[in-house]
């Protein structure tokens, strides 16, 4: 057999190499924050449909896990109520890079979890205890559990802290007052009157005639408030999955907890006196505020509630409304993401 040139018994020797017969011991890049493999919900990509129980029957919510992570571990809690965890999908393009593991969660009546459609259990008391149960069916604990509500999803995540702060590591409180008198107050006398005098009768109008299911409401506020307060981007550039969240909100619970008006909590709304604005110093967990200039919420307020907080800190949102996430993501994140981190790392959460 006539010998192989050396240049291709190299090329021969190199490929059979390639096709190594014991891959295990070969040394892999794969990061870990992405390995779901063995993991009970490796199959269904971090979904698990967590049964909650309640008075009325046991029910499932959705929730989704992203990344792994053993001590920083982030719970979001969704606004509404009956909005959805689409809010937070932008979420997906800053913590991963961060390697911080983050939970999507539908509360119950939310449109990917069960609907009873009970308003027996449309109660700040029972969502406390929807929380508690996701928290115990994860493994969320205090050495690792971060607890971050935006907006209702506030209100939730600081009644949880007021029962429940021994299970947290850290609390986040995005775009909420502690206080719905003062949001409505907030609401109606300055927010109400900047705008365009005519535009803000007519909403008045329609108000007062309780005529809320007039499609002139939906197309003032959409126009003339919510790209102002909400959003603030022409309709035609939301991201697409705030435009979905709105597509799949639930109305039923939404105008019982908090009101057909988007100027306060108003009606009959059961949200509508609620107020822990003498409580905040109750909660000793480090917690990070986050307030937006051009909020539906008061930002002012928020700072103050920061320094009502024993280990308070206070981040506002300069070109941010009520979805900061998404006007103003460098510094909503840049923020979010520091506060996490410098928590984790034990380091002491001081007043400015």
């Known amino acids: 057999m006539k010998a192989l040139p050396l240049l291709a018994f190299l090329l021969l020797l190199l490929a059979g190499c390639g096709e190594s017969t014991n891959p295990t011991n070969a040394p892999s890049n794969k990061n870990s924050y992405f390995d779901y493999s063995g993991a009970a919900d490796q199959l269904t990509g971090g979904i698990t449909m967590v049964p909650i129980e309640t008075p009325k029957g046991t029910f499932k919510v959705y929730t989704k896990r992203m990344g792994n992570n053993t001590t920083m571990r982030v719970l979001l809690l969704h606004g509404g109520p009956g909005i959805t965890h689409e809010q937070f999908l932008c979420f997906d393009g800053y913590f991963p890079n961060e390697e911080i593991e983050y939970i999507y969660y539908d509360q119950l009546d939310s449109h990917y979890s069960d609907k009873p459609n009970d308003s027996t259990l449309w109660t700040i008391e029972h969502y406390v205890e929807e929380v508690e149960q996701v928290r115990k069916a994860l493994g969320l604990n205090q050495d690792n559990f971060y607890l971050f509500g935006q907006s209702w999803g506030g209100i939730l995540a600081m009644e949880y802290a007021l029962k429940y702060q021994q299970n947290l590591k850290g609390l986040i409180v995005s775009n909420m007052m502690s206080s719905a008198p003062a949001y409505s107050k907030y609401a109606s006398e300055v927010l109400g009157p900047k705008m365009q005098p005519e535009i803000y009768q007519e909403i008045m109008a329609i108000e007062a005639a309780e005529d809320f299911t007039n499609p002139r409401y939906g197309e003032l506020l959409m126009n003339h408030y919510y790209t102002e307060h909400i959003l603030r981007m022409p309709l035609r550039d939301w991201p697409e999955p705030v435009t979905r969240m709105f597509n799949h909100l639930s109305s039923g619970v939404y105008v019982y907890m908090q009101g057909h008006s988007e100027f306060g909590m108003t009606g009959n709304a059961t949200l509508k006196n609620w107020d822990i604005s003498d409580q905040l110093k109750i909660i000793t967990v480090p917690t990070l505020v986050i307030g937006a200039t051009h909020d539906t919420m008061d930002p002012k307020h928020m700072e103050w509630m920061a320094g009502e907080f024993p280990k308070g800190q206070f981040l ?31 380091k002491e959460i001081k007043q400015p």
């Open 316 to 346: 506002l949102c300069e070109n941010g409304s009520h979805l900061s996430q998404y006007d103003d993501p460098k510094t909503f994140f840049n923020g979010l993401i520091q506060f996490v981190k410098e928590v984790d790392r034990g």
